[in-house]
C-alpha cells in the first residue's frame, strides 16, 4: 500500500513540475511579445511627443509675442498717466 501512495506522490510531483515548466515557457512567449509591443509603442509615441513639443513651443511662442505686445502698451499708458500726476517743479 505505502508503494503506491508513493507512485501516486511521485506522480502528482511529476504533474506539478510539468505545469511549472509549462507555464514558465509561456510566460517567456508572453513576455517576448510583450516586449516587442511595447518596443514598438515606444518608437510611435516618441514621434507623437516629439509633434506636441514642436506644437506646444510654437503656441507659446506665439503667446509670448502677444503679451509682450500688450504689455509694452499698458506700460506706455501707465507712464503716460504716472506723467500727468507727478508734482511740477518751481523754479528758484
Excluded: C, E
Aim: glycine letters at 6%; zero cysteines; hydrophobic letters at 45%.
Amino acid at each position: 500500500m505505502t508503494a503506491v501512495a508513493w507512485s501516486a506522490i511521485g506522480l502528482l510531483a511529476a504533474a506539478l513540475f510539468g505545469s511549472f515548466f509549462y507555464l514558465a515557457t509561456r510566460i517567456d512567449g508572453l513576455n517576448d511579445s510583450l516586449s516587442a509591443r511595447i518596443d514598438g509603442m515606444s518608437v510611435s509615441l516618441s514621434a507623437r511627443i516629439d509633434g506636441l513639443d514642436h506644437s506646444l513651443n510654437a503656441r507659446i511662442d506665439r503667446l509670448d509675442d502677444s503679451l509682450s505686445g500688450r504689455i509694452d502698451a499698458l506700460s506706455s499708458r501707465l507712464d503716460t498717466h504716472l506723467d500727468r500726476h507727478q508734482p511740477k517743479r518751481r523754479a528758484r
